[in-house]
């Protein structure tokens, strides 16, 4: 059962999220929260798996909750954002206060089902639209720093592999798959990119190589 704490201000969209999610036989929410610092406390309170969160709340924005809920270190839960806004700043500060996933509300309610199952999992989740800006967004960075953008460690053309793959969205069960080999496998080949590129999850993984111009 995934337990989730679900964080928005707005009442009726925060209930139409809930009634979707209690719809799921999988998931349970464990709590609601109408702004972003209540979001904080209860994460702290109910130690859910999943915190799905909106960007743009009273008190405390979701970016900031966000960083706030992922510095409670490895007993941290996984966070999801589910927003109406897609700039590239909204974007990247929430990548960078470590969300495992980005989606806008507009998006089928089996995608943000299956969101949610796999950001809980570990996985990461973006929009296509917010792929695509993300990926427009580090490139025109990398081109503005020009050859110090692209100065990087040097990673093996399997973990090379394997970090295209989760850039793709692909779950690590599906990488293995596709590149015949085992899951633990896959997950060591994560580890190793993860301390290469100095960062602790796999969106931060795939934002840091696509600034290194590595993807």
Same mark, same amino acid.
């Given at each position: ?14 209930? +139409? ?7 799921? /036989? ?14 904080? =406390?209860?994460? *702290?309170?109910? !130690? ?7 960007? =743009? ?7 900031? #909750? $966000? #960083? ?14 589910? $927003? $109406?806004?897609? $700039? ?16 806008? &509300? #507009? *998006? ?22 917010? #792929? *695509? &800006? ?14 110090? @953008?692209?100065? +990087? ?14 850039? /793709?969205? =692909?779950?690590?069960? =599906? ?9 633990? !496998? ?13 960062? +602790? ?5 795939? !934002?840091? @190589? ?6």
């Amino acid at each position: 059962m995934i337990r989730v704490l679900v964080a928005d201000d707005h009442p009726i969209v925060r209930s +139409g999220i809930v009634g979707l999610l209690r719809g799921a /036989a999988d998931i349970e929410v464990v709590g609601e929260a109408h702004d972003g610092a209540e979001a904080v =406390r209860l994460a *702290a309170q109910l !130690t859910p798996d999943l915190v799905l969160m909106d960007l =743009r709340m009273p008190v405390l924005d979701g970016v900031a #909750a $966000t #960083a706030q809920i992922m510095g409670a270190g490895d007993g941290a839960p996984r966070v999801l954002i589910l $927003t $109406t806004y897609d $700039t590239d700043e909204l974007i990247l500060g929430a990548i960078e206060a470590g969300a495992g996933g980005y989606l806008l &509300k #507009a *998006a089928p309610q089996e995608e943000i089902l299956a969101g949610v199952r796999a950001v809980a999992a570990g996985e990461t989740v973006l929009a296509p639209s917010i #792929a *695509a &800006k993300l990926v427009q967004r580090v490139r025109a960075d990398a081109a503005g720093g020009g050859a110090a @953008a692209s100065a +990087g460690p040097a990673l093996s053309p399997r973990e090379l592999e394997v970090l295209r793959l989760v850039a /793709a969205g =692909r779950s690590n069960p =599906r990488i293995a798959s596709e590149l015949f080999i085992g899951e633990a !496998t896959v997950k060591t080949h994560l580890l190793h990119v993860f301390e290469k590129l100095e960062v +602790g999850d796999r969106t931060r993984a795939v !934002t840091r @190589a696509m600034e290194l111009g590595l993807l």
